[in-house]
């Protein structure tokens, strides 16, 4: 596998995942996913999605609400 091949891989992991995150993805994109992509990638990407996504409400608490 080449560095360009496994960084498309990655790339459509990454995609995939932020389609899934927000809700958009379709059915037929699900499978094709499904046949294409590693799932270990599709965890890996998955929970640094969700630490972003926490650490970014956290952020966004500290800001609104001052101590």
Partial sequence: MSARS??????HTVKAVAWSFIGLRGSKDSEQNAKKL??????????????????????????????
């Fill in 38 to 67: 590693n799932p270990l990638h599709i965890i890996a990407v998955a929970l640094v999605f969700i630490f972003l996504f926490v650490g970014a409400l956290v952020l966004f608490v500290n800001w609104v609400v001052p101590t």
């Fill in 6 to 11: 496994t960084a498309l891989t990655i790339l």
